[in-house]
Nanobody
Framework: QVQLVESGGGLVQPGGSLRLSCAAS????????VAWYRQGPGKQRELVARIPAGGMANYPDSVKGRFSISRDNAKKMVTLQMNDLKREDTAVYYCNLQSDPYDYWGQGTQVTVSS
């Protein structure tokens, strides 16, 4: 059974930084597109960052220049470095691995940006 285990969430003040990590138990990590999504209070789940297998990272305008996604295929891990956090970044953040027909999700980790 595939498991994605996220860590690194918490409470941070506006302007602060957090680093999220996701460890995956899949057999061939390198073939997956890896991504982070988030779901804020009363909002739909939205894409935060994505790296396709062998491709370049891409981000929505809302986080571009502040967030950075990286992957380590050997360690089967994906990380999300979040800088200059804003109150509107408050959400549950989810790790995602996708390679048709497979689509795996972590349990989510809470990020709260508040003074």
């Amino acid at each position: 059974q595939v498991q994605l285990v996220e860590s690194g969430g918490g409470l941070v003040q506006p302007g602060g930084s957090l680093r999220l990590s996701c460890a995956a138990s899949v057999s061939i990590f390198g073939k997956y597109t890896v991504a982070w999504y988030r779901q804020g209070p009363g909002k739909q789940r939205e894409l935060v960052a994505r790296i396709p297998a062998g491709g370049m990272a891409n981000y929505p305008d809302s986080v571009k220049g502040r967030f950075s996604i990286s992957r380590d295929n050997a360690k089967k891990m994906v990380t999300l470095q979040m800088n200059d956090l804003k109150r509107e970044d408050t959400a549950v953040y989810y790790c995602n691995l996708q390679s048709d027909p497979y689509d795996y999700w972590g349990q989510g980790t809470q990020v709260t940006v508040s003074s």
